[in-house]
């Protein structure tokens, strides 16, 4: 019964993603363009209303579902791993016009070809682990 | 019901997702699509042998339900709530694509000429979704993170090494459809 919310979360997040069309190749083609305001206005809405989520958080000390006191980790500090990790992934999110979510999304949506692109990024998950302590951060 | 088959408005959509974030935060977890990759790297049983595969990977089943629930929601909203004039892009978009010699969207998510079914019998084709996939998974782990993670739910709490990522995603995406994309397609 505890998993239920974390489905409805998933089926909105899905649901929203598809119609939003953020899950189309075209879309992040055109976003890479600058032809369109969509996904720049998608990204900067999404996160003014987390900006705003959070500080409400913070300021009123929010408990979560369990009654814990919520604490948003911080990213590690770092510098390479950001620059070289991000931009191989913009090549990648380019070139197949999905990030991990929507290669979900889509191979639920029943676009089989998409299974190509999680087997690549299962494979490359699966490199990074193996060659981690080999890569400078 | 036309208000749900059109194209969803970019604010509504992103207030959406950003609750989606705050939900999960909410429920004690956080919001991160790329971590799920190593959720099913381990569940192969690797981390015997591959010490990053050697954590505490249960504790992300919640996070694999989250998946569920997103290709559930994927397949509710590609076949009961889409209709012919969605993904109308900039005309000028695809006045390049054509150029490019990729197909006009007309209602479809995505292209024929890389997703479409003649690309099994493409080997370059094939390859070049297995490369970017590889890309993807390979980047957003080193980068610790995707659009989720980095993106949204990092620059929503002001954290400056997801912004060094983000500034990454967008470097990497201009060269590769600027640069790359006129040599391979």
Sequence with gaps: MNLIKYLLVGFVFGVVLTKAEAVSWYRI???FQFDSFHMYGIIMTAIITGVIGIQ??????IKDI???????LGKERGTFRYWIGGLIFGLGWALVGSCPGPIYILIGAGFMSVGFVL??????????????DKLPH | MNFLTQTWHWSISGF???????????????????????????????GKRVSFFNW?????????VVVA????????AVHFLSNATNVSINPFTILKLQKLGIDAPNGKLIPDAIFGSDIFYSPKKIFLLVFGGFLIGFGSRYAGGCTSG???SGLSNFQFPSLKAVIGFFIGGLIMVNFIFPLIF
Excluded: P
Excluded at chain 1, 56 to 61: D, L, T
Excluded at chain 1, 121 to 132: E, M, N, P, S
Excluded at chain 2, 56 to 64: E, G, P
């Design chain 1, 29 to 31: 083609y055109e976003m």
């Design chain 1, 56 to 61: 409400i958080i913070k300021r009123f000390n």
């Design chain 1, 66 to 72: 369990k009654g814990f006191l919520i604490e948003i």
């Design chain 1, 119 to 132: 087997f690549g990024a299962l494979f490359g998950t699966f490199i990074y682990g193996y060659f981690k």
């Design chain 2, 16 to 46: 959406l997702i950003g609750m989606v974030m705050l939900c999960l935060i909410y429920f004690g977890k956080n919001f991160g699509m790329s971590t799920n990759l190593r959720t099913l790297c381990s569940l192969t049983g690797i």
């Design chain 2, 56 to 64: 505490d990977w249960k504790s992300q089943r919640w996070n694999l």
């Design chain 2, 69 to 76: 629930g997103a290709m559930v929601g994927g397949y509710v």
């Design chain 2, 150 to 152: 980095h993106a949204i």
